[in-house]
Structure formats: structure tokens, C-alpha cells
């Protein structure tokens, strides 16, 4: 049997510490790795290996900044279920190409139930949500039903 050519990283153990680490990085990945340790209760180098592993192996992907949606113009949010007219691989395909090329979706998700699709949308005001709504999402070939869930109020919201 051959091997491949790239070697798997090894996994970290997610142990009660590395949750402990994700948890605190969720919150806040800006902090320096001195406040982390103390927060985690490692010393700074154990705690700078064990994000390192948490990287390296994939766990951690990345690092991204939470902004305020009201500072950079975004006065309108929705959640949209999107229903196909084919449940081909193809109309699948095509439909994920189109809402990746649309800033105006920030989240697309694959679902099960009576629905495909679950977009979060995120638009200056009402009026471009109409749109995009219209102009964009309800012009897809594949599209065959559309509903659309404002959101009023986000009382938690985790998302980093």
C-alpha cells in the first residue's frame, strides 16, 4: 500500500483546557497570549504551544473581526429560506455560484426539510433588500420559492 505524499497533522487533544482556550479566542482572539494563559490557567508558553496546535491541525481557521452592521451602512437583515425547482446536483451548483458572487449574502447553508437553502442576507435598508430580493435571488432559473424572516433584534449573537 502506498502512502500519500502529504502527512496528516495530528489532531490536538480537545481537552477541557483547549475548550477553555477556544471559548476565551470565540470571545476575544485580540487578547495577547499573557491575558489567554491567565484566563485558561497555563503558563504563557504552554498556552502559546497549545494555539499554535489548535491552528496548525485546522481547528482554529481563522481570525476575523466583528463589525458593527449599523457603522458600515447595513440598516437590514434577513434570514431567507430558498426552495429549488430541481434537486439535481447541477441546480445546486449553479444556484451556490450565483449567492457566492452576491455581497449581499453573508451566510449560505445547505439544509434539510421542506427547504434547500438558508441564506443570512444583510442589506443597507428595505428598499435594497426589494432589489436584491428581485432583482438578483428571484431571477435565479433555479429558484422556485423564496421566503424571507427579518430579523428585529439579535438578543445573542455568538458569531465571530
Known amino acids: 500500500m502506498r502512502s500519500s505524499p502529504h502527512i496528516a497533522q495530528q489532531m490536538p487533544k480537545l481537552d477541557a483546557i483547549n475548550h ?21 490557567g497555563l ?12 491552528e496548525r491541525s ?19 437583515v434577513a434570514y431567507v429560506t430558498v426552495a429549488l425547482n430541481s434537486h439535481t446536483k447541477a441546480a445546486q451548483e449553479a ?3 450565483a449567492v457566492a ?20 442576507v444583510e442589506a443597507a435598508d428595505l428598499a435594497a433588500y ?15 420559492s423564496i421566503t424571507t424572516f427579518v430579523v428585529m433584534g439579535s438578543p445573542k449573537d455568538d458569531r465571530a
Open 101 to 120: 458572487r452576491a455581497d449581499e449574502v453573508r451566510e449560505c447553508h445547505n439544509i434539510t426539510g421542506t427547504v434547500e437553502y438558508l441564506l443570512r
Open 130 to 144: 426589494k432589489h436584491w430580493h428581485t432583482e438578483v435571488l428571484g431571477v435565479l432559473p433555479q429558484v422556485r
Open 58 to 76: 485546522g481547528v482554529i481557521k481563522g481570525y476575523r473581526a466583528v463589525l458593527d452592521p449599523t457603522l458600515i451602512g447595513v440598516g437590514f
Open 20 to 40: 477553555r482556550i477556544l471559548r476565551e479566542l470565540s470571545r476575544d482572539a485580540r487578547q495577547s497570549n499573557l491575558d489567554l494563559a491567565a484566563r485558561v
Open 43 to 54: 503558563s504563557p508558553s504552554a498556552c502559546l504551544r497549545r494555539v499554535q496546535d489548535l
Open 95 to 97: 444556484f451556490e455560484r
